[in-house]
């Protein structure tokens, strides 16, 4: 997922997979493996002895294992030692995955191997849970999110943070125009652009992949990311875009954020001209406020492109989901007709346990991201909404 969305958007990745799965977890059954913390480092080296690392970005997302996440940070490390003497020439994308919904799905020696990275990484792509984890802080307010946004800006000395889920109340009503569109031509990334991507696809028991994890208001029912880039002095400057919620399941959302924010971000801090392009980590000067950064500008345009892509993903998704249950076998399984149901609403299944994996099998099929078929939506082609990021007064 993340490898395509970054394909589309203009950029040339070589993919490091981590695993090596049938299909995403999601499915609560897959056949594969997972590589070795060998294994990683020996296709780097096989990279690295035929010139073929001249990345300007990296993406990393799912390690099985501390000493894979050790693997992973090495090419890091390798690859910002490499451009040393060019500031602002590579960027590291780190997204910790460990856990969501207050438990880890790792190890627990992963957790430290990834603070060990910290400081190395560029922008970090935590959900809640995970900014939590790795800041040694239970985020319940706009107090204790900025003492999480601080601890990782000055602690662990991270330039960028996103946070794909935290569950706020929303600063304001949710930053939404139904009639102005994003300048798609302004951000197309730059011809030639590399990047290398360690494969995020998560663990088996990650109970929803989504990345993106719904909040409410007072009316309808939102998704929230907050991000904050750092001023010199360690402080966050923090912004929120809120999203209207979809009521369906999807899955691998967390690696198309993670895929499209890479080449989104790097087009917006060109776009912004040298003071931020030239400098280590693409940090802007302290007089940028929250809502003019290039990543909050980035994240704006990556949640429209995917708003549009999810909404006719769900829309596919009814149809397939009402055209099956509508027939023979769809009745056989879910135990008994329905006209056109909400994905959401389909039945478990009949009772039998086989019945209702068929039935579970079937719902994830069907709400398979339908990224390649909307390849232009990912570029910023015909999306029409527009989601604006707001200041968090933290």
């Not at 996103?162 to 706020?168: D, K, P």
């Not at 010199?232 to 999807?250: E, N, S």
């Not at 917006?268 to 406020?289: F, T």
Request: net charge negative; hydrophobic share 35%.
């Amino acid at each position: 997922m993340a490898s395509f969305c970054m394909q589309a958007l203009g950029c040339d990745v070589s993919a490091l997979n981590t695993v090596h799965f049938s299909n995403h977890t999601g499915y609560r059954q897959f056949k594969g493996t997972r590589s070795s913390a060998e294994e990683i480092r020996e296709i780097y080296e096989g990279l690295k002895q035929s010139h073929l690392t001249d990345f300007d970005v990296m993406l990393s997302g799912y390690a099985p294992g501390a000493e894979a996440v050790n693997a992973v940070g090495s090419i890091a490390r390798d690859l910002k030692f490499r451009r040393t003497l060019k500031p602002g020439s590579f960027f590291w994308v780190l997204d910790p995955v460990m856990g969501d919904q207050g438990r880890l799905y790792v190890n627990e020696d992963v957790v430290p191997a990834y603070k060990a990275l910290l400081s190395d990484a560029d922008l970090i792509l935590p959900n809640q849970f995970e900014a939590e984890t790795l800041s040694s802080t239970s985020i319940t307010s706009l107090s204790t999110l900025h003492t999480a946004l601080q601890a990782l800006h000055t602690t662990h000395r991270v330039p960028h943070v996103v946070i794909t889920s935290v569950r706020l109340p929303s600063p304001t009503a949710p930053s939404f125009s139904a009639d102005s569109k994003p300048d798609s031509s302004a951000s197309a990334p730059a011809p030639g652009e590399t990047a290398t991507q360690t494969n995020p696809t998560s663990p088996q028991n990650l109970p929803n992949s989504s990345s993106i994890t719904t909040s409410t208001s007072s009316s309808a029912p939102t998704l929230s990311v907050i991000g904050s880039s750092r001023t010199t002095t360690g402080q966050p400057r923090a912004f929120q875009v809120t999203v209207p919620d979809l009521d369906c399941f999807f899955s691998g959302t967390g690696d198309m954020f993670a895929g499209l924010l890479v080449a989104r971000l790097r087009a917006a801090v060109h776009n912004s001209g040298p003071p931020c392009a030239n400098k280590a980590s693409w940090m802007s000067p302290d007089h940028v406020p929250a809502t003019e950064l290039p990543l909050a500008k980035a994240v704006e345009e990556v949640l429209a492109s995917m708003h549009e892509v999810l909404v006719r993903t769900k829309e596919e998704c009814e149809r397939e989901m009402g055209a099956w249950m509508g027939s023979v076998e769809g009745r056989r399984m879910s135990g008994g007709e329905r006209e056109r149901p909400k994905l959401e609403e389909a039945p478990e299944g009949n009772g039998d346990e086989s019945a209702k994996k068929e039935v579970w099998l079937r719902k994830t099929k069907a709400a398979e991201v339908r990224v390649v078929r909307n390849v232009g939506l990912l570029r910023g082609e015909g999306v029409e909404e527009r989601f604006e990021a707001v200041e968090l007064k933290i």
